[in-house]
């Protein structure tokens, strides 16, 4: 009986040994599933805030890129307005040139024709004054376009960089 109560003594004292490792485990296992619940939270929170700055950088580039629309849209126009005072002024420099021809022929008074080259001189003035103000205005709106399409490369490639 002696050595039964010995057996169950050493039995005992096994199984507490035995039982205290496994709750050194088991708290180790749970410390361990903290820190994985930490770094979980953590990368959800990153995810979260790349998604954010994602959303931002897309609507960038959407507004970007209608941006981007207008200003080509306008420079067309510009363009197609340049070449309209262009054609309008070798119309006129046409014009001048038949009326000088015609005043070497005298088919007019002299002062007639002086009036009209004057006029036309004042016309042709004023559409140069006008291109090279569409021009000017032109450049300006290549100048914003192409620094358009470096925003919006800029941007893809911060996107296909994430």
Do not use: C, P, Y
Request: net charge negative.
């Amino acid at each position: 009986m002696e050595k039964q109560k010995s057996r169950l003594a050493v039995d005992t004292e096994e199984a507490h040994a035995e039982a205290e490792r496994h709750q050194t485990q088991i708290t180790q296992m749970e410390k361990r599933q903290k820190q994985f619940d930490r770094i979980i939270d953590e990368w959800k929170h990153k995810l979260d805030d790349v998604n954010q700055e994602l959303d931002a950088v897309q609507r960038d580039g959407r507004n970007s890129s209608t941006e981007l629309f207008k200003v080509r849209s306008s420079n067309e126009q510009l363009g197609e307005q340049v070449d309209a005072m262009r054609r309008d002024n070798k119309t006129l420099a046409q014009e001048i040139k038949e009326l000088q021809e015609q005043l070497t022929d005298g088919g007019r008074s002299v002062h007639e024709l002086q009036k009209v080259v004057r006029r036309l001189d004042i016309e042709k003035d004023e559409l140069q004054r006008a291109l090279d103000e569409a021009e000017a205005a032109l450049e300006a709106e290549e100048s914003k376009v192409a620094r358009s399409q470096a925003e919006v490369t800029q941007i893809r490639s911060e996107i296909e960089k994430r």
